[in-house]
């Protein structure tokens, strides 16, 4: 029927966006590497990390959306390296992120931390956008699904794994409440967030990791 073909092409031409993303970056790559430079540059340092975040957020999505996967999980940036990364439109030269997180008690770093901050909220945002984008069912890919956004250290300084602000997108086919800011007492584990969603897929457990219980007043 029309709604299918309509649902065809919509992924074919999902797939070609990813495919010439990939080409392009990939001639870049050629391209650098047929310079003659005297100290050629990393492949790190030049590849754009908005064009990175946005090709394998694309590759997430397109599993998600063809049902290849469930459950997907992408990391933005190697957790602990040193390699300086180069953040196009935001500094004039590579930067080492991890580095700066272990300086928060000046000024001058935590404005840049800001900016980076921004920079990954806003590829949060661009991939979210293209979830909501995408019909499915009486919804969207976004809203039958929980995209979550978040970091393993509340301080990179101190390593504290406490304090952790975590963004979702999504209410996981309407199982869970959207639109609020909820904060958890101290010491309540981060797994219980991942406990709260695994219930809500239908998994049958009673414990992830050091979870102590589900989420109270998250699910619906």
């Known amino acids: 029927g029309r709604l299918d073909q309509d649902k065809l092409e919509e992924y ?9 993303q990939i080409e392009r970056i990939s001639k870049r790559q050629d391209d650098i590497r047929d310079l003659e430079l005297s100290e050629p540059g990393k492949l790190w340092t030049t590849m754009r990390r908005d064009e990175y975040i946005q090709v394998m957020g694309d590759l997430m999505i397109l599993a998600l959306q063809t049902d290849l996967t469930r459950v997907a999980s992408m990391m933005v940036a190697p957790e602990r390296w040193d390699s ?19 300086n928060q008690n000046k000024e001058e770093v935590l404005r840049d931390l800001e900016k980076l901050d921004l920079f990954h909220m806003e590829q ?3 991939l979210a956008t293209k979830m909501d984008s995408i019909e499915e069912g009486d919804g969207t890919l976004l809203d039958n699904m929980m995209f979550v956004m978040g970091s393993g250290l509340g301080s990179g300084m101190h390593h504290t794994c406490s304090n952790l602000p975590t963004l979702i997108a999504g209410s996981g086919g309407g199982l869970f409440k959207t639109n609020r800011h909820d904060r958890h007492s101290l010491g309540t584990p981060i797994a219980n967030l ?11 457990t009673e414990r992830i990791g050091d979870s102590t219980n589900t989420l109270k007043g998250w699910a619906i």
């Open 124 to 126: 949060f945002a661009h």
């Open 194 to 204: 991942w406990l709260s969603i695994a219930k809500g897929m239908g998994v049958k």
């Open 84 to 102: 300086p990364l180069m953040f196009h439109g935001i500094f004039d030269k590579p930067i080492r992120h991890h580095g700066w997180t272990h």
């Open 12 to 20: 074919l031409e999902s797939v070609r966006t990813v495919e010439q």
